[in-house]
């Protein structure tokens, strides 16, 4: 996770919704090329609107997910107002879910993180917004694309913590991408049509 070259913040976002939080990655040298992300929810279905839960349950990682807390967007010249609709509808890539924690004074639930945009320019990032979501959190969420079949999803390491850090459209790809950046750990993993399938299944039943 771009260890070397990493600051993180945690900062507090006014109208912010509760059990989220957002995350500035100050970076030195280009990262994953995820892309980045603009306001997109538009369910087709009524039953496309899904939970914070169904999320962590259902949707593979490396999903484009789109998030709403179901209020209108307000005009362009009211900026404050619109700042903060947009801190609560937007849209990320799934690079992550954590599983619920236990501590002796206080067990956080489930929960999982969408990349949600990089700022930078001449090829370098400067910063990459991640937002994370608990599952009891009150937003709407609807996946707005699945990875497909056959794509490559490289993690930056194995098991529970493991983070989305790159997507290539196959392995050659996946392997040539990591050749040039540094990570030793890394678990590349291919999207499955069967996981896809399983993932619209559930969605639909949920």
């Not at 509760?18 to 280009?30: D, I, V």
């Not at 850090?165 to 030793?184: F, K, N």
């Amino acid at each position: 996770r771009f260890m070397a070259t990493m600051l993180m913040t945690t900062k507090k976002v006014s109208a912010k919704p509760p059990n989220s939080r957002t995350c500035f990655f100050f970076l030195r040298t280009a990262a994953a090329g995820l892309p980045p992300a603009a306001a997109s929810f538009s369910p087709q279905y009524p039953e496309d609107i899904k939970s914070a839960h169904s999320i962590f349950e259902d949707a593979p990682i490396g999903s484009m997910v789109a998030w709403s807390d179901g209020t209108p967007r307000p005009p362009e010249r009211f900026t404050r107002k619109l700042a903060a609709w947009r801190n609560n509808n937007s849209k990320g890539r799934l690079i992550r879910k954590e599983p619920p924690r236990s501590r002796p004074t206080y067990s956080p639930p489930a929960g999982f993180t969408l990349h949600e945009a990089d700022f930078g320019s001449g090829g370098v990032i400067a910063i990459s917004v991640h937002r994370s979501f608990s599952v009891d959190t009150t937003l709407q969420f609807t996946v707005v694309e699945r990875p497909a079949p056959g794509t490559v999803r490289v993690f930056d390491r194995a098991g529970d913590n493991a983070e989305l850090v790159h997507l290539a459209p196959h392995r050659a790809a996946a392997e040539e991408w990591l050749s040039r950046h540094g990570y030793p750990n890394a678990v590349l993993d291919e999207v499955t049509a069967d996981e896809v399938a399983a993932d619209v299944v559930e969605g639909r039943v949920a």
